[in-house]
């Protein structure tokens, strides 16, 4: 089955510094989103990529789908305390029966 | 809007013991579905629904029922609570595109089963 796999699983970065998260998925996706979960909290849609090769930015995160669209990023520059959580990816399959498949997240802490 | 709540936000149960987790949106959504959420396997679907009266399974469906009688409630009953099923579990409900379609989650219920 689809697999969606998301590395690293922890990240601490001092705050100030650069944060990028990277999702896999072992089938071709049709589109990717992500989504943000703060300590305590429910996932918050972030942002959705449809288009092989796509790049987005939202102020200080920008979020790339891979030409093959089978794998994206998420990078955070200059890392503030509000980064804090976990991010998830979750791809988007539309072959057969849709499926959405979670990643398993990076969780990101700030070091003050 | 109140968007997508959710009842109980915590709840303990014995073994054995079943019950219902209640989820409810106001946004008109047709798609509605049920995540569990574990350390280190991120988010799992348990059950979902394109609209009232259709459900379909997802990746852990087993020791769960749903049912969507309305288009606001996709509650969601464990038969016979069991210790794996101590998790935390998310209802999300989108446009009727389904998941091309940003998830609007609910605040979760941790349940815990002893």
């Known amino acids: 089955g689809q697999q969606v796999m998301q590395i690293p699983q922890y990240q601490h970065v001092q705050e100030g510094e650069d944060f990028t998260t990277y999702c896999n998925s072992s089938?071709?996706?049709?589109?990717i989103q992500w989504y943000k979960q703060r300590p305590g909290g429910h996932p918050v849609f972030l942002i959705q990529?449809?288009?092989?090769?796509e790049v987005k930015k939202q102020k200080r995160l920008t979020f790339q789908f891979g030409e093959a669209k089978k794998n994206s990023s998420l990078h955070i520059t200059a890392t503030q305390t509000t980064d804090v959580g976990t991010y998830f990816c979750a791809g988007l399959q539309i072959f057969g029966n849709e499926k959405l498949t979670f990643g398993t997240g990076t969780r990101l802490t700030i070091i003050p | 809007n109140a968007g997508v709540t959710q009842t109980p936000k915590f709840q303990v149960l014995k073994t054995g013991q079943s019950m219902t987790l209640q989820c409810a949106q106001d946004m008109n959504h047709e798609y509605m579905s049920w995540y569990r959420q574990d350390p280190g396997m991120g988010l799992r679907l348990i059950h979902y629904s394109v609209g009232a009266g259709i459900t379909d399974q997802g990746e852990v469906p087993n020791g769960y029922n749903v049912s969507r009688s309305t288009t606001e409630d996709f509650p969601l009953r464990l038969l016979s609570a069991a210790p794996s099923q101590t998790s935390v579990y998310f209802c999300?409900?989108?446009?009727?595109?389904?998941?091309?379609?940003?998830?609007?989650f609910g605040p979760g219920t941790r349940l815990t089963v002893t």
């Open positions: 990529l449809v288009k092989s090769g």
């Open positions: 089938t071709t996706l049709s589109n």
């Open positions: 999300a409900s989108s446009y009727s595109g389904g998941l091309s379609y940003e998830q609007y």
